[in-house]
T-cell receptor
Framework: DSGVTQTPKHLITATGQRVTLRCSPR?????VYWYQQSLDQGLQFLIQ???????AKGNILERFSAQQFPDLHSELNLSSLELGDSALYFC????????????????FGPGTRLTVL | DQQVKQNSPSLSVQEGRISILNCDYT??????FLWYKKYPAEGPTFLIS?????DKNEDGRFTVFLNKSAKHLSLHIVPSQPGDSAVYFC???????????FGTGTRLKVLA
């Protein structure tokens, strides 16, 4: 158990809908990362937050947005869903050490499997 | 453009032998590399890392080698155990960034 929790575990929805994925980081971790893993693909970095602020952005679609709340949990919002959005979505957290990124190990949650029908 | 490549989608090794998983990268700005292991229905788990100032890092049965001139890293598992059967991802990060680029993974099967 990494200490990172993600809900829900599975989500089935229809095209055009909007969903929210939730992530609670490990106790004490300030950084949250979101990744997408499509079939037979590696993990695609979407976005990172540090202590409530966006810190890095990857190939995140404009239909997707995220935020990190004062209690440090994070939500990933996916809207106008398309069939191609079906994937595993992972959240990871890290201490987010300022000035010490070399040892900033990420701990991953179990993922949310999104199926868009 | 796949900046981190794991060209072998799968690998089978006999228990007790060495497993060698390979990873190639194209971005010369990458200065930190990691290996993650992933079991089915679980998130990736950090295994071992190496910074570009080193060419080798060892942790128990796991050793990562970095060849900067060839832009290549490898993970050696010795001896391999059935419990090592999983998907292994390599990842890289460029200096001064917090963005991690992952490879597509190699599925390792250790045969008893």
């Amino acid at each position: 158990d990494s200490g990172v929790t993600q809900t829900p575990k599975h989500l089935i929805t229809a095209t055009g809908q909007r969903v929210t994925l939730r992530c609670s980081p490990r106790s004490g971790d300030l950084s949250v990362y979101w990744y997408q893993q499509s079939l037979d693909q590696g993990l695609q970095f979407l976005i990172q937050y540090y202590n409530g602020e966006e810190r890095a952005k990857g190939n995140i679609l404009e239909r997707f947005s995220a935020q990190q709340f004062p209690d440090l949990h994070s939500e990933l919002n996916l809207s106008s869903l398309e069939l191609g959005d079906s994937a595993l979505y992972f959240c990871a957290s890290s201490e987010g050490l300022a000035g010490g990124p070399f040892t900033d190990t990420q701990y991953f949650g179990p993922g949310t499997r999104l199926t868009v029908l | 453009d796949q900046q981190v490549k794991q060209n072998s989608p799968s690998l089978s090794v006999q228990e007790g032998r060495i497993s060698i998983l390979n990873c190639d990268y194209t971005n010369s700005m990458f200065d930190y590399f990691l290996w993650y292991k992933k079991y089915p229905a679980e998130g990736p788990t950090f295994l071992i890392s190496i910074s570009s100032i080193k060419d080798k890092n060892e942790d128990g049965r796991f050793t990562v080698f970095l060849n900067k001139s060839a832009k290549h890293l490898s993970l050696h598992i010795v001896p391999s155990q059935p419990g090592d059967s999983a998907v292994y991802f390599c990842a890289a990060r460029a200096s001064g960034t917090y963005k991690y680029i992952f490879g597509t993974g190699t599925r390792l099967k250790v045969l008893a």
